[in-house]
């Protein structure tokens, strides 16, 4: 097999390494910013539980997780869904994985916000809904986003450990060739792949940065 | 007119009894300085006031809306509608301005106005130039705030409170952040407004100022109005010990 062949048919399994990659952004940012809320809500069951949720989900491999979304249900009920159904199985284990940190992350962001800024929406008679979507949210979002790039980055190369369910993203299907072909030039072009896209993201990152950097 | 009428705040954070029995009232175009050591209770009095704080006991009133009432020495709250309703009657400025960084000067005075308030996006508009050309701010109004000097960040403060047409302004130590060579600009801008009657009262360590600009002067200490009247009589010739030490302080 030649590298450009290997290359085109590793290519093939982009398509599908991205949509991992951005429907896991798609629900892991909102529902990040949902545990983290719920991570600093006043009712203690409610900050104990999702405080748990986040150092279970933190503290133990990635790869774990996809083995427990797409398994568990199956030998708890015998329910087949995210057996057949692999992105969905990866997609519910990535957001909820990528959400804990996040969460993590908007909390840090959320909790160095200068408490005169939700004084002085307050007084001018901001709710609680509008200072925190206009107020307080935005510089949130500026304040996180170096750490925010650093997670999407690791996204990027986590979306390999798809192979673990057999999901034939770029990654997997580099694994295959390596192995029929007994070859280690899939790796190298995996590597080159995913070396290219975080080079992507760093830039559209960075593009982001700059955006919100009309104000200090 | 009685704008607003405290009686019997009491407040305490712990153990430590901040506010004890602080009584108070402000009439329209009445200008009223509190003076006092740190730590005595001017901000937390002004807390209060300003609904940032609960007080444990005691009433607040604004005009006729009974924001606080008093049941046996327990402070009682109004429904969070009537409060909002109370907030529209005050503006605050802080010490260190608050001002929301992400927005333009414009908009820091426009967007409360326009969101909470529902005015008229002219109305609003010219209200705004109007005051930026009052606070010598016309060509800033696209700036941001880190842009400003802090002297212009704190008019760009006072004028995004006066934009919600309050019937009174508090301020805590509206000058104490900035450098003394800014202080003046935010003094001037004080004294224009008492000079058109603006309903005021003004927590201050610049005794000279309090005693030009105010119609009122309360001396606080421990939590307590140690004495209080007329600003050339509280600042030139106190009566109470107290008064006379921290004033010494001054000269
Ligand atoms: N949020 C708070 N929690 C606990 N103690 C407070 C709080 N705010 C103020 N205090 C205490 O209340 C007292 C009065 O403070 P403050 O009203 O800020 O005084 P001033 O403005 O006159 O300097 C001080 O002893 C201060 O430590
Ligand atoms: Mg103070």
Redesign the interface.
């Known amino acids: 097999m030649t590298i450009t062949a290997m290359i085109v048919k590793m290519s093939e399994g982009l398509g599908r390494t991205c949509a991992i990659f951005f429907l896991t952004l798609l629900f892991s940012l909102p529902l990040g910013l949902l545990v983290a809320l719920l991570r600093m809500s006043k009712n203690r069951v409610v900050s104990t539980i999702t405080k748990a949720y986040i150092s279970v989900l933190r503290g133990t491999p990635l790869m774990l997780q996809l083995i427990a979304v797409a398994y568990g249900p199956f030998y708890l009920f015998g329910a087949t869904l995210l057996v057949k159904q692999k992105l969905l199985a990866i997609i519910i284990a990535f957001a909820l994985n990528y959400a804990a940190y996040f969460a993590e992350i908007y909390r840090g962001g959320i909790e160095s916000m ?1 408490v ?2 939700y ?8 709710s609680k809904a ?1 200072t925190f979507m ?2 307080i949210l ?2 949130v979002v ?1 304040r996180i986003l170096p750490s925010v790039t650093n997670e999407v980055i690791t996204l990027v190369k986590d979306t390999s450990m798809a192979f673990t369910l057999a999901y034939m993203e770029m990654f997997s299907i580099g694994k295959q060739i390596a192995n029929s072909q007994s070859s280690f030039t899939p790796f190298v072009i995996a590597g080159a792949f995913y070396y290219i896209m975080n080079s992507v993201v760093a830039f559209a990152m960075s593009r982001c940065e700059k955006a919100l950097g ?3 | 007119m009685r704008i607003l009428e405290i009686e019997h705040c009491r407040k305490h954070f712990g153990e430590n009894e901040v506010l004890t029995d602080i009584s108070l009232t402000v009439d329209e175009g009445q200008v009223v300085s509190i003076i006092g050591p740190s730590g005595s209770g001017k901000s937390t009095l002004l807390r209060c006031a ?3 704080e609960t007080m444990d006991g005691g009433s607040l009133k604004y005009l006729d809306k009974v924001a606080v009432r008093d049941e046996g020495g327990r402070a009682v709250y109004a429904l969070p509608a009537e409060l ?1 309703q109370v ?2 009657y ?3 400025v ?1 010490q ?1 301005f ?5 927005y333009s000067v414009l908009k820091n005075i426009t ?2 106005p326009l ?3 529902k005015r008229d996006k002219d109305e609003v508009m010219e209200t705004a130039r109007d005051l930026l050309a009052k606070m010598g701010l016309s060509d800033k109004a696209d700036a ?3 842009q400003l000097s802090g002297g212009q960040q704190q008019r760009v ?1 006072i004028a ?1 409170a006066l934009a ?1 047409k309050p019937r009174m302004l508090f301020f805590d130590e509206p000058t104490s952040a900035l450098d003394p060579e800014l202080t003046g600009e935010i003094l001037k801008v004080i004294r224009a407004l008492a000079a058109e009657h603006m309903t005021m009262v003004i927590v201050t360590h610049e005794m000279a100022f309090a005693r030009d600009v105010s119609d009122h002067v309360i001396f606080m200490d421990g939590g307590v109005i140690v004495e209080q009247g007329n600003p050339a009589d509280i600042i030139n010739n106190p009566t109470q010990d107290r008064t006379i030490q921290f004033l010494s302080r001054f000269n």
């Not at chain 2, 608050?98 to 992400?102: E, Y």
């Open positions: 200068p005169g800024q004084e002085a929406a307050h007084v001018l008679g901001y509008q206009r107020i935005p510089q500026k009309y104000y200090r | 300003t609904l940032l909002k907030r529209g005050f503006g605050l802080f260190n608050n001002l929301f960084p992400h967007e409360a969101l909470i308030q941001y705030p880190y403060s995004r919600m």
